[in-house]
């Protein structure tokens, strides 16, 4: 019985240890980025398990025609460490001509990310 007991706890221990070393990068964030004609766009990331949503509107006092912003863009978690998030951006299965894009973003404190586009575009977030 103390044995069972024993070991029971290890795996309790060895499974919370686990999960502590996953990073957390669920919730919402917000900040900016550069859209692809080089203007200034907010963003609001939203990851929840393995996908999430993006969503892109103009910054202020910026008019556009973009039919891609103020929509909720499906995005995937491709991979993600103590220090950095990879995800997809998959705009086409929103509005044909949307952002498709993966984006890297590494930690630059508790509650900010930055990083860039694959095509080499900056974004920073902040943990809302």
Known sequence: ?????????LLLLAATFAHAQQPSFQGTWTGQAVSGTGSQVRVVLTI?????????SPSVNYVTTDQC???????????????ELTFAIQGE???????????????????????????????????K
């Open 1 to 9: 019985m103390q044995t069972r007991l024993k070991l029971a706890s």
């Open 48 to 56: 929840a398990g393995n996908g999430g949503k993006l969503r892109l």
């Open 69 to 83: 912003h103020d929509r909720d863009i499906p995005v995937v978690v491709e991979a993600q460490t103590e220090s």
């Open 93 to 127: 299965k929103v509005l044909h001509g949307c952002i498709n894009e993966s984006a890297t973003l590494k930690v630059v404190d508790a509650k900010t990310l930055k990083g860039t586009l694959k095509d080499g575009r900056s974004m920073t977030l902040v943990r």
